[in-house]
């Protein structure tokens, strides 16, 4: 059984850094896509950014210059670096991880890390 465990969340001052991890168990395979949502207090969960297999990011508009995503294919592990971050960055973290080898494609979440960005 698929399993994605997100760590590294917590309560950090704005213009504070935080590194959260993604990581999966319970595969055979390898992600094409690997991302991070996130879902502000009271607000629908919002993109914060990809990473494709091959390493090609995108990120949301209101994290780029700040986040970065990155993963390591043989750990099946992605990360997201957090740097500089603002009170509006406050929300529950989600990993998610899509494969694209059957059909349907394969699509999994994790349970979500909390983030708090006091001011």
């Known amino acids: 059984q698929v399993q994605l465990v997100e760590s590294g969340g917590g309560l950090v001052q704005a213009g504070g850094s935080l590194r959260l991890s993604c990581a999966a168990s319970?595969?055979?395979?390898?992600?094409?896509?690997m991302a991070w949502y996130r879902q502000p207090p009271g607000k629908q969960r919002e993109l914060v950014g990809t990473?494709?297999?091959?390493?090609?990011?995108n990120y949301a508009d209101s994290v780029k210059g700040r986040f970065t995503i990155s993963r390591d294919n043989a750990e099946n592990t992605v990360y997201l670096q957090m740097n500089s971050l603002k009170p509006e960055d406050t929300a529950v973290y989600y990993c998610?991880?899509?494969?694209?080898?059957?059909?349907?494609?394969?699509?999994?979440w994790g349970r979500g890390t909390q983030v708090t960005v006091s001011s």
């Open positions: 319970g595969i055979i395979f390898s992600f094409n896509v």
């Open positions: 990473i494709r297999d091959g390493g090609t990011t």
């Open positions: 998610n991880a899509l494969y694209t080898g059957t059909f349907p494609p394969r699509n999994y």
